[in-house]
């Protein structure tokens, strides 16, 4: 094979996975009423997004060099079950729009135009400086999409850095499952790499424009508080701040603990090793980085890579002293439910995940207590209250979701590549923390590297040849078209679509 053939096809697979693996941005919550025995009706009014990465932007350094970021603490609003959001400033004169905070993408978006779910959106007529570029983009997920076009406006954050700056914006003209029943938001901030910015990498993200217009330092730190708190429970949001520019003291206890940003598209780590209890899962450490391990705001839940996850929950089965859980709870299709006041969590076992700390011949552990993987749900009928399980099983890659995040407060050290975690001072619940964090520990018991493409590699390949057989085979149908309609139509004067000719074709 020539190698530029090669090369095209291994940038063909590379976005095709990307376009795949980028593809949880919103799961629907599913929400079930109904007893720890007796399953239930699934409500299909009470969808719900879970992707709830959201971060509330601080202000960085005043021109002294003295930094306050207290004004940015409390700065989002939200929980994880409808996502995390702050309010920003765009156009001229500014529009106010909530904007969920997502650090598994790259791309700023805003709806403009109307929808049933939305209250209000970014008139684009009404704003002085809005350029369109002429550029379309489009960005699909598991559970939606949504489609527009590429502009350039001004934007401020009020809880947020001093100032306004120009960004890249995605005016959302229509959409498909991306805007749901409930949310309070009419945007999304992606503040991952340019790497997933969509149409290309071209489109500066967000968080690079506003570190390069208002010379900021290159970091952002983000706290979520909605741990213990019921996904569906409207009358007391939750919150957060999103530290923009640094570091807040007040946010966390104890020391921050940094791990390695090993690529930078997503915020992908390097996970070592997985406990149940104090019991370690003991698999090949290269299976928890499969195909990649990353830190998402925007997906709710703990994700596990199917191997993993099915001895996750075969070690809490074992540990915990419940007996005949139903496999409809592990799958989080069923809730459970216990009687009023009767918590479960001293029947469930911590969770503890290890990450390589920057000295590689070391790691360091965070750890959840049952309380943020075992979540309340909704008051069924007064006298139960149920929980579903905040783990769940992933067909691409290990994501450390809102579940996970919700105990930690986490710093995205882009300058010096790496993502702290220190235990956040909101998860706490009646005077227990939610969250632990220990180390260092020698990481000598584990492989040299845990996210060598060796287990990843098979899969490539198997995607290069599944991608040139189907090259193949439209090639073979693009000669038919050419040979064969010319013909067709003289003889029978039918006209068709293209989609329908290749239907023809294929039969
Ligand atoms: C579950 O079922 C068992 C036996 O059917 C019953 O004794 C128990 O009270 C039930 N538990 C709940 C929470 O309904
Ligand atoms: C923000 O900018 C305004 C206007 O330039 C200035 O008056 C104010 O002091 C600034 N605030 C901070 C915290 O830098
Ligand atoms: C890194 O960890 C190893 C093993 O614990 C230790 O011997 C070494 O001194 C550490 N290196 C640094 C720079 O701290
Ligand atoms: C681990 O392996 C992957 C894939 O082979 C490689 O890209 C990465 O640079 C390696 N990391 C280290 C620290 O050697």
């Known amino acids: 094979m020539a190698p530029t053939t090669t090369a095209s096809l291994w940038a063909f697979a590379f976005s095709l996975c990307l376009g795949v693996s980028e593809c949880y941005f ?10 720890y025995n007796v399953s239930s009706e699934l409500d299909p009014s009470q969808r719900v997004v879970l992707k709830s990465d959201v971060n509330g932007l601080s202000l960085a350094s005043d021109p002294t060099g003295t930094v306050n970021f207290l004004d940015m603490v409390n700065n989002l609003q939200g929980d994880s079950g409808r996502g995390y959001y702050i309010e920003m400033s765009i156009g001229t004169p500014g529009q106010k729009l909530n ?3 997502d650090t598994g993408s790259s791309n700023f978006a805003v ?26 983009v489009a960005v699909r997920y598991t559970q939606g999409n949504w489609e527009g076009e590429l502009g350039l406006d001004y934007a401020s954050i009020p809880n947020g850095p001093n100032g306004t700056f120009i960004i890249n914006i995605a005016a959302i003209l229509s959409s498909d499952g991306f805007f749901l029943p409930g949310i309070k938001w009419q945007g999304i901030l992606g503040l991952a790499y340019p790497m997933l910015a969509r149409p290309d990498s071209s489109v500066e993200p967000f968080f690079n424009s506003l570190v390069q217009q208002l010379k900021i330092p290159d970091i952002f730190s983000l706290q979520m508080c909605g741990a213990g708190l019921s996904a569906s429970d409207t009358t007391d949001p939750a919150g957060g701040s999103l530290i923009m520019g640094g570091v807040e003291p007040t946010l966390y206890r104890g020391s921050l603990w940094y791990t390695p940003i090993i690529e930078e598209w997503y915020y992908q780590v390097e996970v070592l090793k997985l406990e149940v209890g104090d019991q370690n899962l003991n698999l090949d450490c290269r299976e928890y980085n499969m195909d990649k391990a990353i830190v998402d705001s925007g997906t709710t839940l703990l994700r596990l890579p199917v191997n ?36 479960p969590w001293r029947f469930f076992p911590k969770l503890s995940i290890y990450l390589r700390a920057t000295n590689t011949s070391q790691s360091f552990r965070i750890t959840i207590l049952p309380q943020l993987y075992i979540q309340p749900i909704t008051d069924v009928d007064g006298t139960l209250d149920c929980f579903r399980f905040g783990v769940s099983s992933s067909a691409n890659g290990l994501v450390i979701g809102a579940t996970v995040m919700e105990g930690f407060y ?3 050290d882009r300058a010096q590549h790496r993502v702290g975690f220190a235990v956040s001072s909101c998860a706490v ?5 939610l969250s632990e964090i220990a180390g260092p520990f020698s990481a000598a018991d584990v492989a040299a590297n845990c996210s060598s493409g060796s287990l990843r590699e098979p899969l490539l390949w198997v995607i290069s040849y ?3 057989a189907v090259c193949a085979l439209v090639l073979i149908i693009l000669l038919l078209l050419l040979v064969l309609p010319c013909r067709r139509r003289n003889s029978s ?6 989609s329908s000719l290749v239907r023809h074709r294929i039969k």
């Open 429 to 433: 619940s009646g005077g227990v923390a």
């Open 466 to 468: 599944t991608l040139m």
């Open 410 to 412: 986490v710093v995205f």
């Open 493 to 498: 004067g039918e006209i068709t679509d293209e």
């Open 26 to 35: 919103s799961i629907p919550l599913k929400i079930y009423t109904g007893s």
């Open 111 to 136: 709806a403009a135009g109307p929808h049933p779910f939305i209250t209000h959106y970014f008139n684009r007529a009404l704003s002085s400086t809005y350029q369109s570029t002429g550029r379309n």
């Open 308 to 343: 993993v996850f099915n001895a996750v929950v075969e070690a809490i089965t074992r540990s915990s002293l419940i007996q005949d859980f139903s496999s409809g709870f592990w799958d989080g299709t069923k809730l459970a439910c216990w009687m009023k006041g009767e918590t």
């Open 99 to 101: 904007i969920l905070v």
